[in-house]
Nanobody, 121 residues
Framework: QVQLVESGGGLVQAGGSLRLSCAAS????????MGWYRQAPENQRELVAQ???????NYADSVKGRFTISRDNAKNTVYLQMNSLEPEDTAVYYC???????????????WGQGTQVTVSS
């Protein structure tokens, strides 16, 4: 079994900051890319940021310069530091990992349960 457990969501005023964390646990062999997606009501789920196992990052244009993704490979954890938050950032944020279990050793996608981020104006 593999689990992704998120934490750090909440309510913040516009211009404020939040930090999301997501820890992977279970029968892990290795983790490839990790990242964050978000889904606002009546919108499709969209990529926010992604980081590879060697630290290469990719961001949505809407969050560049405001959000920073990082990971601690020793802790199997990915972080999303969100600064200068805007009401448009309000959404459920989902952690994502492409990882390989101890068995079977094939890459698969896993998702966290989601954490709500609400930015008030």
């Amino acid at each position: 079994q593999v689990q992704l457990v998120e934490s750090g969501g909440g309510l913040v005023q516009a211009g404020g900051s939040l930090r999301l964390s997501c820890a992977a646990s279970g029968s892990l062999f290795s983790i490839n890319a990790m990242g964050w997606y978000r889904q606002a009501p009546e919108n499709q789920r969209e990529l926010v940021a992604q980081i590879t196992s060697d630290g290469r990052t990719n961001y949505a244009d809407s969050v560049k310069g405001r959000f920073t993704i990082s990971r601690d490979n020793a802790k199997n954890t990915v972080y999303l530091q969100m600064n200068s938050l805007e009401p448009e950032d309000t959404a459920v944020y989902y952690c994502y990992a492409n990882l390989i279990r101890i068995w079977p050793r094939v890459p698969s996608d896993y998702w966290g349960q989601g954490t709500q981020v609400t930015v008030s104006s």
